[in-house]
């Protein structure tokens, strides 16, 4: 089994900065993409950053230029830098792992959020 947890959320004003981290353990043999995602109340679940085994990342476009994700292949953990937030980026933030036996696709394992919240 694999288990993500997720830290660094929590308040902070409009123009402000947060930084997430998501640690992955368990029986890994590969870790391929990972991601971000975001839940604002009554909305969907929609993608924020995504970023290749290999560092390669890619951006919603509400985040381009603000978000910045990175990670750590030999701590099994994830990055998400979060400046100029807005309070629209209110949301529960969770974390996404594809594992496998092998360097490509695998399996989704998810963490179980964090909150971030901005003030206006």
């Known amino acids: 089994q694999v288990q993500l947890v997720e830290s660094g959320g929590g308040l902070v004003q409009a123009g402000g900065s947060l930084r997430l981290s998501c640690a992955a353990s368990?029986?890994?043999?590969?870790?391929?993409?990972m991601g971000w995602y975001r839940q604002a109340p009554g909305k969907q679940r929609d993608l924020v950053a995504i970023i290749t085994r290999g560092g390669i990342p890619n951006y919603a476009d509400s985040v381009k230029g603000r978000f910045t994700i990175s990670r750590d292949n030999a701590k099994n953990t994830v990055y998400l830098q979060m400046t100029s937030l807005k309070p629209e980026d209110t949301a529960v933030y969770y974390c996404?792992?594809?594992?496998?036996?092998?360097?490509?696709?695998?399996?989704?394992?998810w963490g179980k959020g964090t909150l971030v919240t901005v003030s206006s």
């Open positions: 368990g029986t890994i043999r590969y870790i391929n993409d």
């Open positions: 996404n792992a594809k594992v496998g036996t092998i360097p490509w696709g695998g399996s989704d394992y």
